[in-house]
């Protein structure tokens, strides 16, 4: 059986067999996750890749595989399995038994081993924690993907001493400054500061900007709905409904209700870009008590859909107890979620700020503020910097407050001083779309 899911061991050749590989090849937009340059490839590893769906973990393998048969590996050195098809533990462990017997025959002492979906199977861990335990994989190094669910569930903490030099990678949506390239607008990236220095002279692109930005606003960051919109001009509902049942298999696996999580999201939805409480969740759109609203908020917070912005005051102090600001990280869960709670799309200015929320916050510390005027998105630093995003009439102004000395305006389409489009902003904002966390030894 293992054999079918890996012709290179037959020829290098025949990676183009593949289905996976076949579907990346034939795509009419593709790209290189920034990931398979994060896994550690030096034995021992184990690495977690893990991630909403449709963000392209299960193609990041394949061109793993891709890379190693290039820098010319021992094909049968690299096994790939993907586990979707297995019930439990116990036939995961069947499969790892028998590339441990194949790699003996074939006189293979170190190993690639890249196991995709391995949360399909029940108590999957528990087959791979014995095999680490009998120092099956010494030499080895183990690339495992997994939905969303293995992270919350705190399944990754459960191999303290087991990691050697793995590393735990959390995908997400490209960002918007990836999502132009793909369509070949090259513009230099770099940090905030880069950013704030030298946008003037990229002003000439906006209006290429913008048009791939409205694209962006429909389709995020998620690769199938980058795609159906190219082929399209929208996103199917087949990838829709695909991301829906997947986020609806995570809650079932995680055992929460179905019900309360949607109102939880009906609420994000509905209140956008604005304030609110845990209490508005609660008491406006049902969600249990108190406790029960920030329970699920929290879940969407594990499950790596949700930013949570707290409050600030001007010396940069977070007031806790103040009421947040909930924005989803991606404008395709909104438009998905959307359909599935029956609410209406929030306006395109809410979506731009959302993203400007989700940017920010993958490279800063990100709050905001309401002291003498509210202020979207306070990066805080050494000092504090603001940005405001207004697509209406725009009027340039210089504010100071507090220790906040520069408060910037995202607009559509203005551009001065202190006045950037936010199309262009995000362009040259470098955001990866991979995020390495912390492993719990």
Same mark, same amino acid.
């Given at each position: 059986m293992i054999e079918e899911y890996n012709p290179w061991w037959i020829s290098k050749d025949r990676l183009t067999e593949v289905e996976l590989y076949m579907k990346y090849n034939e795509a009419e937009i593709k790209w290189t996750p920034d990931v398979i340059d994060k896994v550690s490839l030096s034995p021992y590893s184990l690495n977690f890749i893990f991630g909403p769906r449709q963000v392209g973990k299960s193609t990041a393998l394949i061109l793993l595989v891709k890379k190693l048969l290039e820098e010319n590996a021992n094909p049968k050195a690299i096994f790939y399995f993907s586990c979707d098809r297995l019930a439990d533990y116990k036939e995961l462990d069947e499969v790892l038994e028998e590339?441990?017997?194949?790699?003996?025959?074939?006189?293979?002492?170190?190993?690639?081993?890249?196991?995709?979906?391995?949360?399909?199977?029940r108590e999957w861990?528990?087959?791979?924690?014995?095999?680490?335990?009998?120092?099956?994989?010494?030499?080895?190094?183990? @690339?495992?993907?997994?939905?969303l669910s293995m992270s919350a569930k705190r399944e990754i903490e459960t191999f303290p001493g087991r990691r050697g030099k793995g590393k735990n990678l959390l995908m997400l949506p490209l960002s918007f400054s990836k999502y132009a390239e793909?369509?070949?607008?090259?513009?230099?990236?770099?940090?905030?500061?880069? @950013?704030?220095?030298?946008?003037m002279k990229n002003i000439h692109l906006v209006s290429?900007?913008?048009?791939?930005?409205e694209d962006y606003l429909i389709t995020g960051g998620f690769p199938n709905a980058i795609r159906d919109f190219v082929k399209f001009g929208k996103v199917s509902e087949g990838t829709i409904d695909d991301f829906i049942s997947s986020i609806?298999?995570? @809650?079932?696996?995680l055992k929460r209700s179905e019900t309360f999580f949607k109102l939880t999201i009906k609420g994000i939805i509905e209140r956008t870009s604005s304030e609110f409480s845990y209490h508005t969740l609660s008491r406006s759109f049902g969600v249990g008590t108190v406790k029960t609203a920030i329970s699920y908020v929290e879940l969407l917070q594990k499950l790596y859909l949700l930013k949570?912005?707290?409050q600030v005051d001007l010396q940069g102090n977070v007031l806790s107890r103040k009421e947040k600001k909930f924005y989803f990280i991606d404008p395709f869960i909104y438009r998905s979620f959307s359909i599935w709670t029956m609410t209406n799309v929030p306006e395109e200015s809410r979506i731009a700020e959302s993203v400007v929320i989700s940017h920010l916050s993958r490279l800063y510390d990100t709050f905001y503020t309401k002291a003498k005027g509210e202020v979207d998105a306070v990066i805080k630093g050494e000092e504090l910097i603001g940005f405001d995003v207004k697509f209406g009439n725009v009027k340039a102004e210089r504010k100071i407050l507090g220790r906040m000395k520069k408060v910037y305006?995202?607009?559509?389409?203005?551009?001065?001083?202190?006045?950037?489009?936010?199309?262009l902003f995000l362009s040259m904002l470098d955001v990866p779309q991979s995020v390495e966390l912390k492993v719990l030894s």
């Open positions: 590339y441990i017997k194949f790699r003996k025959a074939n006189n293979i002492s170190s190993s690639f081993i890249f196991l995709d979906e391995i949360t399909y199977p861990y528990r087959a791979l924690k014995s095999r680490i335990d009998k120092g099956d994989f010494k030499n080895d190094v183990l @690339v495992v993907t997994g939905s793909l369509f070949n607008v090259k513009v230099q990236k770099g940090g905030l500061d880069f @950013v704030l220095s030298n946008f290429e900007l913008n048009d791939l930005f609806v298999s995570e @809650v079932n696996k949570v912005l707290e305006i995202l607009s559509k389409d203005k551009a001065e001083e202190n006045v950037i489009p936010v199309s």
